[in-house]
C-alpha cells in the first residue's frame, strides 16, 4: 500500500508547455512539500502546505503554483517551462518534528 | 539559519568493511536529525531519525548514528557493508513550527565486491 506516490513517473515536455505534477498521502499527515533535486543530487524545498495552507514558499518563480485541494493531496502545476526546470521533483509527506516520507519522484525533462 | 555539510562527495568501501558517513549540522536549537538512503532512480527512504532521548539512534538495515552535541555532528555507521547498501546517503536537520528540511549535498556509497 503506497505511502506517498505522485503521477506521472516520467515527463517529458517541450519548452513552454504547461504541465502538473499529482502527489496523494494516505498517511494521514496534515503536513506535504514539494522538492527539486537538480542534476547534482541537490534537494531543495519549494513549498510546503498544512492543512491546505501554504506555510513554505522558497524563491521559486512565479511559474511554480503549488495546489492543495485536501490534506491528502498537493499538486505541483509549472507555466511556460524552461530548460532550467528539467530536474526530479519529490513530493513528501510529513510527520510529527520535521519527519518527511517520500514519493517515488517524477523526472521533468524540458526540450 | 539551519545548514548540513556532508563532507565526503564520495566513499568507496568493500562489501563486509565497516562504514562511517559524516554529517555536521547548524541549528539554532536542539535539532532533529535525519539520515535518508536514495537507491538509484528511487525517491528517499528514511533510515533513521533522532528527536531527543538516547544520544545513539539504531535505524533499518543495520545503520545507526551517534548524536553529538559538542561536534555538531550526526555521523551514520555500519558495522558490514553489504553490495545493496550502494547508494547516495543524505543527512538533513530540522525544527521549528513550519518543519522545514534542510539537507546535505549527499555521499555516494560505493561498494567494492
Redesign the interface.
Known amino acids: 500500500d503506497t505511502a506517498?506516490s505522485q503521477t506521472p513517473k516520467y515527463l517529458v515536455t517541450q519548452m513552454g508547455n504547461d504541465k502538473s505534477i499529482k502527489c496523494e498521502q494516505n498517511l494521514g499527515h496534515d503536513?506535504m512539500?514539494w522538492y527539486k533535486q537538480d542534476s547534482?543530487?541537490?534537494?531543495?524545498?519549494m513549498f510546503?502546505y498544512?492543512n491546505k495552507e501554504l506555510?513554505?514558499n522558497e524563491t521559486v518563480p512565479n511559474r511554480f503554483s503549488p495546489k492543495s485541494p485536501d490534506k491528502a493531496h498537493l499538486n505541483l502545476h509549472i507555466n511556460s517551462l524552461e530548460l532550467g526546470d528539467s530536474a526530479v521533483y519529490?513530493c513528501?509527506s510529513?510527520g510529527r518534528?520535521?519527519?518527511?516520507?517520500?514519493?517515488?519522484?517524477t523526472r521533468l525533462t524540458v526540450t | 539559519a539551519q545548514s548540513v555539510t556532508q563532507p565526503d562527495i564520495h566513499i568507496t568501501v568493500s562489501e563486509g568493511a565497516s562504514l562511517e558517513l559524516r554529517c555536521n549540522y547548524s541549528y539554532g536549537a536542539t535539532p532533529y536529525l535525519f539520515w535518508y538512503v536514495q537507491s538509484p532512480g528511487q525517491g528517499l527512504q528514511l533510515l533513521l531519525k533522532y528527536f531527543s532521548g538516547d544520544t545513539l539512534v539504531q535505524g533499518i538495515k543495520g545503520f545507526e548514528a551517534e548524536f553529538k552535541r559538542s561536534q555538531s555532528s550526526f555521523n551514520l555507521r555500519k558495522p558490514s557493508v553489504h553490495w545493496s547498501d550502494a547508494a547516495e546517503y543524505f543527512c538533513a536537520v530540522g525544527g521549528g513550527s513550519n518543519y522545514k528540511l534542510t539537507f546535505g549535498k549527499g555521499t555516494l556509497l560505493t561498494v567494492n565486491p
Open positions: 506517498v503536513t512539500y547534482k543530487k541537490f534537494l531543495k524545498i510546503s498544512n506555510i513554505i519529490f513528501a510529513g518534528a520535521s519527519e518527511q516520507y517520500f514519493g517515488p519522484g
